[in-house]
């Protein structure tokens, strides 16, 4: 009887109301938890500049990264509803220099690359101007993508965003030498609240809604996102987007012949 969109309207009713009340209740912890994070981070300097023993220090420190671990979450919750009940608009405009724009986000992430002397990198061939939402795409989809390569690759290990542009469509895959995701629950790892199920040695801490965010993100824009095995180990995460959103949809293999044909909306 249950459904993940809610086909029956019973189902429907109950999905709308533990929606609002997540909403409401992110909103409302929202305040206390930046004001934890705050003071947290300001009595952790206080006490450096004061002499103050390691083990306080890193007592501080971690209810520093603790509270900003749950800030997050509840910046997952509230972004999954505002993309579910439509109020995060998709608001493509033209960028002209793309690969421009991948550099750049991979710099912010650099810093912490090199301090795990993970090999950090960008290829990229072909890239056509893009009309996207693409400061939402970044902050939604390919931030967090990184942002996981980089927690489940080991010390000493390589990440690698490959971007290419053909037959209309964009594709950018993060590849790393972390642990793999089974066949069996690469689906669920693009949906809500799943992480808490999976078995595998790739399962986030918290809620699990980074991934489920971007995947809604994707198909706003036609695309499409996936995870397959790189090689020789570890997970490659697979984002296709039409260079015009919302014009254009990227077709599942087995439909309309090339990975990346396309179609209109219209057609």
């Known amino acids: 009887m249950t459904s993940e969109d809610g086909s029956c309207p019973n189902c429907r009713n109950l999905k709308e109301k533990m929606d609002g009340a997540l909403s409401s209740v992110s909103h409302d912890l929202k305040s206390p938890l930046s004001a934890i994070a ?36 509840v910046g997952d919750i509230m972004a999954m509803a505002r993309m579910e009940a439509g109020k995060e608009p998709v608001e493509p405009e033209w960028t002209y220099a793309p690969a421009n724009e991948l550099a750049d986000l991979m710099e912010t992430f650099r810093m912490e690359a090199e301090a795990k002397k993970i090999h950090f990198d960008l290829v990229t061939g072909f890239l056509p101007p893009v009309k996207w939402d693409f400061r939402r795409i970044r902050y939604h989809v390919l931030n967090n993508i990184v942002s996981n390569a980089l927690k489940f690759t080991p010390q000493g290990g390589s990440i690698t965003m490959y971007a290419h542009g053909e037959n209309g469509v964009v594709t950018i895959a993060v590849e790393d030498s972390g642990p793999g995701v089974p066949v069996s629950e690469r689906e669920r790892n693009f949906q809500r609240f799943e992480q808490a199920g999976l078995a595998s040695d790739r399962v986030f801490k918290g809620a699990g809604l980074g991934l489920a965010n971007a995947s809604l993100f994707v198909q706003r824009h036609g695309g499409r996102i996936s995870v397959e095995d790189a090689q020789p180990n570890g997970a490659r995460f697979v984002v296709e987007l039409p260079v015009i959103a919302g014009e254009q949809k990227v077709m599942p293999d087995g439909e309309g012949g090339a990975l990346s044909g396309i179609e209109t909306e219209a057609a």
């Open 38 to 73: 705050g003071f947290a981070a300001m009595l952790g300097r206080e006490m450096e500049d004061s002499g103050a023993g390691e083990r306080w220090l890193e007592i501080v420190n971690r209810m520093d990264r603790a509270a900003h671990a749950a800030l997050e979450m």
